[in-house]
């Protein structure tokens, strides 16, 4: 048993008179950071959740979205060329400005973002957890649109599978399942980790952070950074599991990449990339209940 793809194009869009297509992916990293910066706006306009005043104007989240933006573009490009592809983009260095072909990197992008964030608290004199605890409440959203966009593309599917909802995806890489017994039609379906993803790391944790808000989480900062950094890293390593691990690593093409999964003992790269957030976001839970 399987489940056939769905009959959806990857382009939501094409711009009438252009002929650009804007594709699915695009969108959910403009819903995203819009919905989160109106909602990070709510937020501010509501000072008895952080226990008196908010840690910044409403009028002034634009600013900050500007720059979060920046790091999400830079910080997820760059990370995706270091860790995923090296060699290829060391030798053509001018594919790496090429952003609208695909190529992103989760972790990469929220190191960019923390960066960007540091880098505006610091610059507006502004509480850097507390901002950060507003920015974690609201990336569960742009986590789950984005693999939702995964699965539409479609990229980043699972390992092969004989359960029920397996999925047969319509990409030949993916259909191709060497030595794989449970084939339908000659093909094996596999398991789509994207949904798995967007159903842990968006909607769960989303719903984790937004029970915390209501429990008065905002008094104690860096605590929901702490349980955002925790969350997503205990999901990703979990659906790792049932991911199909990224073959980019294992090449000699990528030091990095192969280096890094020698050292972790088998463990995959978003596993290795995860732990470092998991003993971070501990970290912060101890110092937020310490300052409390």
């Known amino acids: ?29 403009i819903a995203g950071l819009v919905l989160g910066w109106r909602m990070v706006v709510g937020l501010m306009r ?38 995923y592809q090296p060699g290829y983009y060391f030798s053509n260095p001018l594919e790496i400005l090429k952003v609208w072909q695909g190529g992103m990197s989760f972790h990469g992008g929220f190191l960019g973002v923390v960066v960007a ?43 092969p599978t004989d359960m029920p909802w397996g999925v047969i995806f319509p990409v030949p890489e993916a259909q191709a399942c060497y030595g794989w017994a449970d084939q339908v039609d000659g093909l094996c379906a596999r398991h789509p980790s994207q949904l798995y993803e967007a159903g842990l790391e968006g909607l769960l944790l989303g719903v984790i952070l937004w029970v915390m808000l209501q429990a008065g989480a905002l008094r104690r900062p860096g605590t929901l950074f702490g349980v955002f950094l925790i969350g997503y890293g205990a999901a ?41 957030m998991i003993v971070v976001g501990l970290w912060l839970i101890w110092r937020a209940r310490s300052a409390a």
Do not use: H
């Open 46 to 83: 509501r000072p008895k959740l952080w226990g008196g005043q908010a840690p910044m104007p409403p009028e002034r989240v634009e600013d900050l979205l500007t720059a979060v933006i920046v790091g999400v573009v830079l910080g997820g490009r760059l990370g995706f060329v270091l860790f």
């Open 117 to 159: 964030i540091w880098w505006y608290c610091r610059r507006n004199m502004l509480p850097v957890l507390n901002i950060a605890d507003a920015a974690a409440l609201v990336a569960p959203i742009g986590l789950f649109l984005g693999r939702i966009a995964n699965f539409i593309k479609p990229e980043l599917w699972g390992r």
């Open 236 to 276: 990703r390593a979990f659906v790792e599991l049932f991911r199909q691990p990224d073959a980019q690593f294992a090449s000699v093409d990528n030091p990095l990449g192969y280096a890094l999964q020698f050292a972790g003992g088998g463990l995959t790269m978003g596993q290795i990339l995860s732990l470092p």
């Open 1 to 29: 048993m399987a489940i056939p793809f769905p009959d959806i194009d990857p382009n939501a869009f094409v711009i009438p008179g252009v002929g650009l297509p804007i594709r699915w992916y695009a969108l959910a990293y």
